[in-house]
């Protein structure tokens, strides 16, 4: 079955860089578009970036855009989250998700707990 | 972008039916039907739970229904069990192809 897995979360401190990353298996990679997805303690989900599933288009969220970057490696079926400068409101569970006909996310990971503190 | 809107919290009786809205602008949930929900338990990763607005993904009981109408999707869970109680999430497309997720309901049952 489809497995994600997250992974490269931890405690880092403010305007420090962190790459997280989820593996994938268990379906085709390269015909998946693949979104992050975060929630921080206590909160909602709040949608952070897509990449389509040849890399041809990525998008962000606003609270992201500038600071956060998506991309994949199709032969080793592994998405990447590289996040810099990072900030205290970026501490959160981060899950990466698979993407269906741009309608919605059909398999989550387990995520990946990233905590911003001096 | 801003959340979807959400009631914070909603509950009923074991057996009873409760609705859980989602609603939204005309740049996400009142230019498609593309939206979806997920169920989410503490500690736990989102499950995908409705998606195009009214389908349920197979494994998903028939006790959960969806429907949509203009900016307003909600999501119907009939003869509510224990094991309902959650935080459930409604989540959009919008016009700039990014999501937006509602800001969460928190079921009691």
């Known amino acids: 079955q489809v497995q994600l897995v997250e992974s490269g979360g931890g405690m880092v401190q403010p305007g420090r860089s962190l790459r997280l990353s989820c593996a994938a298996s268990g379906l085709t990679f390269r015909n998946y578009g693949m979104h992050w997805v975060r929630q921080a303690p206590g909160k909602g989900l709040e949608w952070v970036s897509f990449i389509r599933h040849d890399d041809s288009n990525r998008w962000y969220g606003d609270s992201v855009k500038g600071r956060f970057t998506v991309s994949r490696d199709n032969s080793k079926n592994m998405v990447f989250l590289q996040i810099n400068s990072l900030r205290a409101e970026d501490s959160a569970v981060y899950y990466c998700a698979t993407d269906r006909n741009d309608h919605y996310f059909d398999h989550w990971g387990q995520g990946t707990l990233v905590t911003v503190s001096s | 972008q801003s959340a979807l809107t959400q009631p914070a919290s909603v509950s009923g009786s074991p057996g009873q039916s409760i609705a859980i809205s989602c609603t939204g602008t005309?740049?996400?949930?009142?230019?498609?039907?593309?939206v979806s929900w997920y169920q989410q338990h503490p500690g736990k990763a989102p499950k995908l739970m409705i998606y195009?607005?009214?389908n349920r993904p197979s494994g998903v009981s028939d006790r959960f229904s969806g429907s949509k109408s203009g900016n307003t999707a909600s999501l119907t869970i009939s003869g509510l069990q224990a094991e309902d109680e959650a935080n459930y999430y409604c989540?959009?497309?919008?016009?700039?192809?990014?999501?937006?997720f509602g800001g969460g309901t928190k079921l009691t049952v």
């Open positions: 195009d607005a009214s």
């Open positions: 989540l959009s497309y919008t016009t700039t192809n990014t999501r937006v």
């Open positions: 005309s740049s996400d949930l009142g230019d498609y039907k593309y």
